[in-house]
């Protein structure tokens, strides 16, 4: 099976600063035959259901905000809020479907404000 | 606007079993695959199984954790899916939800609640 690691576990940026979270897959999900990352980017925050964000590791899902980007190939991935608002305090978690059906999550990681 | 809404959770003893369901409208459900995942109460997302469209085989695929335990069907009549759960462990306490999904997971329900516990 596939693990996903976060780091960090928490982090506090200050409103209007950078957040970058990073997501490590124990091996690559990268598709050599259509050359896509099968990894998503998720936003739970307390007492919702999870929010799609990011998908094909860098697609932005539709309506989400543009300060929201994903980077990353391979093994190694990078959620980044360029500039953190208020509304974006939550739990974000990375997904790999590379070995669809069976898809596993990352931990999550906990963004708050300074 | 797509809507997913889950119930038929509650408190059933271990060993128990426990049928959920989630009501689907907004999309047309039975050109649909979805997935139930779960979260137990703190911790993280666990995928739980998938169910595949009859168009495309209605075929179901599951966690090893509940494989041979849980069974995920679908009513496309009536545009709602389940997730029926037998031989329930303490373990498989979390909130339950269901999703869309097309490889990654576009839409998820609310969740519904289930507790395993003496």
């Known amino acids: 099976d596939i693990v996903m690691t976060q780091s960090p576990d928490s982090l506090a940026v200050s409103l209007g600063e950078r957040a970058t979270i990073n997501c490590k897959s124990s091996?690559?999900?990268?598709?050599?035959?259509?050359?896509?990352?099968?990894l998503a980017w998720y936003q739970q925050k307390p007492g919702q259901p999870p929010k799609l964000l990011i998908y094909?590791?860098?697609t932005r899902e539709s309506g989400v905000p543009d300060r929201f980007s994903g980077s990353g190939s391979g093994t190694d991935f990078t959620l980044t809020i360029s500039s953190l608002q208020a509304e974006d305090v939550a739990v974000y978690y990375c997904q790999q479907y590379y070995t669809t059906p069976l898809r596993t999550f990352g931990p999550g990681t906990k963004v708050d404000i300074k | 606007e797509v809507q997913l809404v889950e119930s038929g959770g509650g408190l059933v003893k271990p060993g128990g079993s426990l049928r959920l369901s989630c009501a689907a409208s907004g999309f047309t459900f039975r050109n649909a695959w979805m997935s139930w995942v779960r979260q137990a109460s703190g911790r993280g997302l666990e995928w739980v199984g998938r169910?595949?469209?009859?168009?495309?085989?209605?075929?179901?695929d599951y966690a090893a954790p509940v494989k041979g335990r849980f069974t995920i069907s679908r009513d496309d009549s009536r545009n709602t899916l389940f997730l029926q759960m037998h031989s329930l462990k303490t373990e498989d306490t979390a909130l339950y939800y269901c999703?869309?999904?097309?490889?990654?997971?576009?839409?998820w329900g609310q969740g519904t609640l289930v507790t395993v516990s003496s």
């Open positions: 094909w590791a860098s």
């Open positions: 091996q690559s999900v990268l598709y050599s035959s259509d050359n896509k990352n099968y």
């Open positions: 169910i595949k469209s009859k168009t495309d085989g209605g075929t179901t």
């Open positions: 999703a869309t999904d097309y490889q990654y997971n576009s839409n």
